[in-house]
């Protein structure tokens, strides 16, 4: 069990963003891509139940499908905290995507930019809400190594080497280009009374 402090304002998305995938309940994917672009994307989602509440620290224990448990620690930013009742179920639901695309004849230079936002639950209302972020790295191909497929990236903050597996994606890149990708993730709780199923 490990203890986790929340600052995004949402009382569980820590601990259960942490749970291993192995723990969800379903988890959806699906990969595409077309010249130039590729793309992958996944839904998780899974149902924890509340098995602890210490009001004066605001730990909360979930106990997840498979029986693991997380404590969380909810601070003084999540609203409704006293609603909150051992048994309640707590519902997940995690969308991440990856978007990986080639910008022929761009000129930006290595970048990374992170934007996040909170929706919180209303006052009075069970805790819960939604936490995003979204991350956007350009980088610049500097080497390309037809032989084993490899391409040298270099980003704002390092360097990387990474295989291109689809040969004519590979074709496509070029020295000097710059590749965009962009992360984005959300995750939406909800707390349900014990009393519902």
């Known amino acids: 069990m490990r203890s986790i402090s929340l600052t995004l304002g949402t009382v569980m998305v820590a601990a259960l963003v942490a749970a291993p995938l192995a723990d969800a309940q379903t988890a959806q994917g699906v990969v595409a891509s077309a010249p130039g672009v590729a793309g992958a994307a996944r839904t998780?989602?899974?149902?924890?139940?509340?098995?602890?509440?210490?009001?004066k620290t605001r730990a909360i224990t979930l106990k997840g499908p498979q029986g693991g448990e997380?404590?969380?620690?909810?601070?003084?930013?999540?609203?409704?905290?006293?609603?909150?009742k051992v048994g309640d179920k707590v519902d997940?639901?995690?969308?991440?995507?990856?978007?990986?695309?080639?910008?022929?004849?761009?000129?930006?230079a290595p970048s990374r930019t992170e934007?996040?936002?909170?929706?919180?639950?209303?006052?009075?209302?069970?805790?819960?809400?939604?936490?995003?972020r979204k991350v956007t790295v350009v980088g610049e191909v500097v080497n390309v190594d037809a032989a084993t497929q490899m391409l040298t990236v270099r980003g704002p903050n390092r360097t990387v080497d990474f295989r291109v597996a689809d040969p004519e994606?590979?074709?496509?890149?070029?020295?000097?280009?710059?590749?965009?990708?962009?992360?984005?993730?959300?995750?939406?709780?909800?707390?349900?009374?014990s009393a519902q199923k």
């Open 44 to 55: 998780v989602e899974m149902t924890a139940t509340i098995t602890k509440i210490d009001a």
């Open 70 to 84: 997380r404590t969380v620690v909810a601070t003084d930013e999540v609203r409704n905290f006293g609603q909150l």
């Open 92 to 108: 997940l639901q995690v969308v991440e995507a990856l978007v990986v695309e080639l910008r022929k004849g761009s000129t930006a």
């Open 115 to 132: 934007k996040s936002g909170v929706v919180r639950a209303p006052e009075g209302g069970k805790p819960g809400g939604v936490v995003g």
């Open 169 to 193: 994606q590979f074709k496509l890149v070029a020295k000097g280009d710059r590749i965009e990708a962009t992360y984005t993730e959300a995750a939406a709780i909800a707390v349900r009374p």
